[in-house]
């Protein structure tokens, strides 16, 4: 299924961690992941690439979970994008990540900036819609 969440006002790096390894450890979220992670009301990002660092490595013990997973993120605001793009680009970079890849099982980070062009590319891989609580 496809889970939606809705971040608003000012986003840390800590509530991006926290919200993310809640996803990979909760048995009621379906597999593959598929999440549609909606910017669009954000009106500050705090956070840099070593915070970005810390949360994929922090990450590292839920990858099982994270295998075939699809993370879609609508953000339409320049600065927004541009920390995004830099968490895509790190997370493809992740050592287990590139392992995973090797296996054609690697889990894809990709942004976006129009909400159409998220859905589609996380229902080209199938998956139904369902609600996850907004957080700001």
Avoid: N
Wanted: no cysteine; glycine share 6%.
């Amino acid at each position: 299924g496809l889970v939606l969440s809705v971040g608003r006002g000012v986003v840390t790096s800590r509530e991006l961690f926290d919200y993310l390894g809640a996803q990979f450890r909760d048995p009621a979220v379906p597999l593959p992941l598929r999440d549609l992670h909606d910017l669009s009301r954000v009106e500050r990002f705090e956070a840099g690439s070593d915070d970005f660092r810390r949360v994929i490595s922090g990450l590292q013990e839920d990858l099982p979970r994270f295998r075939d997973a699809r993370l879609a993120i609508i953000a339409p605001m320049d600065h927004v994008y541009g920390m995004y793009r830099m968490f895509e680009l790190l997370s493809e970079h992740a050592s287990p990540v590139e392992e995973l890849r090797e296996q054609a099982r690697a889990p894809e980070v990709r942004v976006f900036r129009q909400p159409d062009e998220a859905r589609e590319w996380l229902l080209s891989a199938g998956g139904k819609v369902s609600a996850q609580a907004p957080h700001s």
